[in-house]
């Protein structure tokens, strides 16, 4: 794995480049998406069928054959290994204890002269949920995008995956089951998203979709953001890891490709400030990535995409870390809470030799849904308030508007809106 010094010569543009990770060229995507996305406006089903038949490689009969019923989820359900269904109500306990901490709530607050001012949360009616499943099928994602919308009251949720060659994965169906899935539907991609956005014979139109996916599925997301709402655009997976000499060698490597082995694009950057740390967790990534399962994507992600960077003292190390904003940050330090403070920018931040960041994926509770390619500079892990929306109360008593009307009613006067002021002073001029 490539080393690189702060204090080398080019490290100024190999910092560049990482910081650039995320960087694609959406024109081509772009074109192609805003192609799906209008036939799905015109033609609706007929087209998700046809897309289907090109990009998933099954025939779609009738429109029926678009649906996963309520009972094959139960069937599947009923039907998985005992451990594994012990697993996932773990996993769906921990991730929903988590969630609920979250929820915001409704609030009043009174003044003096009578007036009544509020917030009232409101969950949105229908959620779609994208679970990608071009490559792999992701049960722990439908988890972490349904339990979010449980929480915060959606009462319909949707979902959309891809199933190639028209074969469901059974554990998501399972994990459908347990979160009570409303509908699902076998259409991925663009499709998929147009479909949730705009609606068709079959597919509800939604008021928010949420989920990752490849390049098709984020471009399409960005261009149905205002018909719907979204989440974020999360891209390909990515760590960073903080280490110090007492950090573990074999850990830190074995936590960097659990990222790599995720997409040819993840990136996984370790900062460390200690070089012999640098020296041996590089070989010890030699060592592990020979016998992964997912060799070839591991191998080339940290070929292309991974680095060790070895910092003059941890204050760097941090603002490095800072403006790499990674999706998960894990902190190998002896003293991890001590450097909580000045971590500003990471979608997760897992603390300590013993929190891997696979734990977070699956079972420790907070959502595994984060902004990569630096956007946790600016968006948050995916959350409940992502399926609610607020209202503004207001009740103003005779009191409060004769308290407050004039310096409403001049307001008004000088942005011109004459109505505006004289629904106030219509008021105040009755006794
Ligand atoms: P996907 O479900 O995102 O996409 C599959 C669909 O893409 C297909 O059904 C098809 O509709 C469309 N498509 C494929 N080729 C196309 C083409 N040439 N033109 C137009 N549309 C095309 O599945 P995927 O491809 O496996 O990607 C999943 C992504 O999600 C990966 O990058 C993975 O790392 C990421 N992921 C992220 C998280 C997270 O929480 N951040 C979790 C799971 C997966």
């Known amino acids: 794995m490539k080393i690189i010094k702060t204090t080398a010569s080019n490290f100024d543009e190999e910092f560049e480049n990482i910081l ?256 012999n740390i640098a020296n041996e967790t590089s070989v010890e990534v030699e060592n592990y990535l020979k016998n992964l399962s997912r060799e070839k994507i591991a191998r080339k992600s940290i070929e292309d995409r991974g680095a060790i960077i070895v910092a003059k003292d941890m204050e760097e190390a941090i603002k490095l870390m800072n403006e790499i904003a990674p999706e998960h940050l894990e902190v190998m330090t002896s003293n991890p809470f001590e450097l909580l403070p000045k971590i500003k920018h990471a979608g997760a931040i897992f603390l300590g030799e013993n929190t891997p960041e696979p734990i977070g994926d699956y079972i420790a509770g907070p959502n595994h849904t984060l902004p990569t390619g630096s956007t946790a500079k600016f968006y948050s892990p995916l959350n409940v308030e992502n399926f609610l929306k607020k209202s503004s109360i207001i009740n103003f008593s005779k009191n409060a508007i004769d308290e407050l009307g004039e310096a409403c009613a001049i307001l008004a006067d000088t942005e011109g809106l004459t109505a505006h002021a004289k629904s106030v002073r219509v008021r105040l001029e009755s006794k």
Not at 80 to 86: A, P, R, S, Y
Not at 100 to 125: A, R
Not at 178 to 207: E, H, L, Q, R
């Open 20 to 275: 650039s990770r995320a960087k694609t060229d959406i024109k081509e995507v772009s074109a192609i998406v805003t192609g799906i996305i209008d036939e799905i406006v015109q033609s609706g089903n007929e087209a998700l069928k046809s897309h289907i038949q090109k990009f998933d490689k099954w025939e779609v009969k009738s429109d029926e054959e678009l649906m996963i019923s309520q009972e094959d989820m139960k069937k599947a359900y009923d039907n998985i290994d005992e451990n594994l269904k012990k697993a996932l109500h773990t996993a769906y306990d921990r991730i929903k204890k988590y969630h609920e901490k979250q929820l915001p709530k409704s609030w009043v607050d009174f003044e003096k002269n009578g007036t009544i001012l509020g917030q009232k949360v409101t969950p949105v009616d229908k959620a779609g949920l994208y679970i990608p499943g071009g490559k792999a099928a992701y049960p722990s994602s439908l988890l972490m995008n349904a339990i979010p919308a449980i929480v915060a009251g959606v009462e319909e949720i949707v979902v959309c995956t891809p199933t190639p060659n028209n074969e469901v994965n059974e554990l998501l169906l399972a994990a459908c089951h347990i979160c009570n899935v409303s509908k699902a539907f076998k259409v991925g991609g663009a499709s998929a998203i147009a479909a949730m956005a705009y609606g068709t014979k079959t597919i509800p139109k939604v008021d928010v979709i949420t989920g990752p996916g490849n390049i098709f599925v984020a471009t399409a997301k960005k261009l149905v953001f205002g018909e719907v709402n979204i989440d974020m655009i999360a891209g390909p997976s990515e760590i960073g890891v903080l280490s110090d000499s007492s950090a573990k060698p074999k850990y830190l490597a074995i936590d960097l490709l659990s990222q790599a082995e995720h997409d040819e694009m993840a990136s996984s950057i370790m900062i460390t400030v200690d070089e």
